[in-house]
């Protein structure tokens, strides 16, 4: 069950000839050029998705001042500090208050991040400083994307390590945590490389794997608190051999040492409490629940089925169909996985299904690397036989196609079977579909239509009078609150009304019917995949649902207009 690929645990796998060492670099660059150019342009499309301004304080914080109170009880500091290291040569000032040591809450993180990014006091402008985070998250992805191919060559065969590193660098939901201020890649990658770690230590049995396995374990909690996972996973293995170690006890030791050195090198020694707080008051925030949206369902607290209904709309099918070899080979055993290639993505994404905060198919970013080296064990001894040759061409050009369709905006990536990524919102929102990416996008239709002032209900965090956005704010879900104010858009030459995917489904609102009066109605524009926009001007009932909005919300003054507006057409 626990077996590496059927050869004894001090034998080295025998490694196939692969090409020369220029060629093999001119096809990491390639590779690299390629991965990174499609993240550029991410990067450049977005507007500030919900949890970057927060997380880009905070790790701009971490390095200043030395502290890491701000966000620490929430997210470890490794991405976040990844990120900030780019903002060092733009030396923005930070806002008042970022050297809190607890911060219990979202909303004084949120505040500072919005102050931080869009009203810096040393003029920075909030594209320079978004996009040079980002562009840290991204350097960082491309250099995962070597560690990911050199670590499966060595450990497994070069063939392997190519497929490995075709499907990582192309992958939309690779890319989408690439290319923004997020906790998800690190984990993601430190929590694959761990267990690479632990199995060549469990194969080779000596002291310098021991330590790499506890380095590598330490960056991926120091990454992301769900790296916790990695406990049962373990455990599992541990019962499996019955308590008997393939190494000696006291390269435990090694182990043990070299994880707590790099934790406390990451956390400066004296921020260690804030890690061990924060992983405590996850364990039980994970049962707390969060509104969610999927399939036409509300809920509070999510579904069994969540994470696998996400995992097969937003995969894609290429990647589906090379699982589903995968699978049928090993249960006719015609291929041996080791265990620290299916095991921890099957523990990790159990846990998952048990969590009651579902909001993103981003938590399940971690399983993928392993299921990439699953598809390249799979494959790689048939690739050179023709039939298979063809049949791998043909679905990586599929594959590669799908994600430069999806491009740029990778987090909205749905597979063909729900429509793609244009059909997307229809069946999951929060990050899978509208994070609050496409305030740039707006900016840009609104110039083209020639449109001065709009409705809009928006969810995110960019604020859209940094963008110029003139707009009265219909139902916004957004921290902190945006200034808007009255306008009688009666002299405007349309009447927009551009509602966040999110809002359109009324993911985070109390009744989750506020916006179902336009589900009958067709959007005249879709931007960024997330803000849907609604003709109005000639819609009486649309105009009439807007009055009694602002009646709702205390805006006597728009209620007025808008009831007007709607008397007035229903005359013509």
């Avoid at 590779?31 to 927060?54: N, Y």
């Avoid at 909303?107 to 840290?136: K, T």
């Avoid at 906790?183 to 230590?201: K, N």
């Avoid at 095991?343 to 392993?370: E, K």
Wanted: hydrophobic share 50%; proline share 6%.
């Amino acid at each position: 069950l626990l077996g590496t690929r059927g050869v004894m645990p001090d034998t080295p796998i025998q490694k196939a000839a692969g090409p020369s060492r220029a060629v093999t670099a001119l096809l990491l660059a390639t590779g690299l050029l390629a991965h990174l150019a499609l993240g550029w342009s991410a990067i450049r499309a977005q507007s500030a998705v919900f949890d970057e301004p927060s997380h880009l304080v905070s790790g701009y914080a971490f390095l200043r001042t030395g502290r890491d109170g701000l966000v620490g009880l929430f997210h470890p500091p490794l991405q976040r500090v990844i990120a900030a290291v780019s903002l060092l040569p733009l030396n923005p000032e930070l806002p008042a208050g970022c050297d809190i040591r607890r911060n219990r809450g979202p909303e004084l993180n949120h505040a500072l991040g919005h102050q931080f990014l869009f009203q810096n006091a040393a003029g920075v402008s909030p594209d320079v400083l978004l996009n040079a985070g980002r562009a840290g998250v991204l350097l960082f992805s491309g250099l995962a994307a070597v560690a990911i191919w050199v670590a499966c060559a060595r450990f497994f065969n070069p063939r392997e390590a190519w497929i490995a590193f075709f499907l990582y660098i192309l992958n939309p939901a690779v890319l989408a945590a690439a290319s923004l201020v997020t906790t998800d890649l690190a984990i993601s990658v430190f929590f694959f490389l761990f267990f690479l770690g632990w199995g060549r230590w469990e194969q080779r049995g000596r002291r310098r794997h021991a330590a790499w396995a506890g380095a590598l374990l330490a960056l991926a909690f120091a990454s992301k608190f769900t790296a916790i996972a990695a406990l049962p996973v373990l455990a599992l293995w541990f019962v499996a051999r019955k308590g008997r170690l393939p190494f000696p006890w006291s390269q435990v030791g090694w182990f043990a040492a070299a994880f707590v050195l790099v934790l406390a090198l990451i956390y400066r020694g004296h921020e260690l409490p804030i890690f061990f707080e924060g992983l405590r008051g996850v364990l039980t925030m994970t049962q707390k629940g969060q509104p969610t949206f999927l399939f036409g369902r509300h809920s509070e607290t999510g579904w069994w089925y969540y994470f696998p209904a996400l995992f097969l709309i937003k995969t894609p099918l290429p990647l589906l169909l090379g699982l589903l070899a995968v699978a049928g080979a090993a249960l006719r055993k015609r291929i041996r996985i080791p265990w620290h290639v299916w095991l921890p993505p099957l523990v990790y994404f159990i846990l998952l299904c048990r969590s009651d905060i579902q909001i993103g198919h981003r938590h399940l970013l971690p399983v993928y690397p392993f299921l990439f080296l699953a598809v390249g064990l799979f494959l790689a001894d048939r690739l050179p036989r023709r039939p298979w040759a063809l049949a791998m061409a043909a679905l990586g050009l599929w594959y590669a196609a799908g994600t430069v369709r999806a491009a740029p905006y990778f987090l909205a990536y749905f597979n063909e079977a729900v429509g793609g990524p244009a059909n997307g919102y229809r069946y999951a929102t929060d990050s899978n579909a509208d994070w609050g990416q496409g305030i740039r996008a707006l900016r840009d239709y609104v110039l083209k239509e020639n449109i001065q002032r709009f409705y809009l209900s928006y969810f995110g965090t960019a604020d859209p009078n940094a963008y110029g956005l003139e707009h009265v704010a219909v139902g916004a879900v957004t921290n902190p609150d945006f200034a808007d104010r009255d306008l009688d858009l009666r002299k405007e030459r349309r009447a927009l009304l551009v509602v966040s995917a999110t809002n359109y489904q009324s993911t985070y609102y109390q009744g989750h019917r506020n916006f179902e009066w336009l589900h009958a109605r067709r959007p005249i524009a879709v931007l960024a995949r997330s803000l849907l926009v609604f003709d109005i001007t000639r819609d009486a009932d649309a105009h009439q649902q807007l009055a009694a909005y602002f009646d709702a919300v205390g805006r006597p003054a728009m209620a007025a207009i808008e009831r007007d507006w709607a008397a007035a057409l229903k005359t013509l």
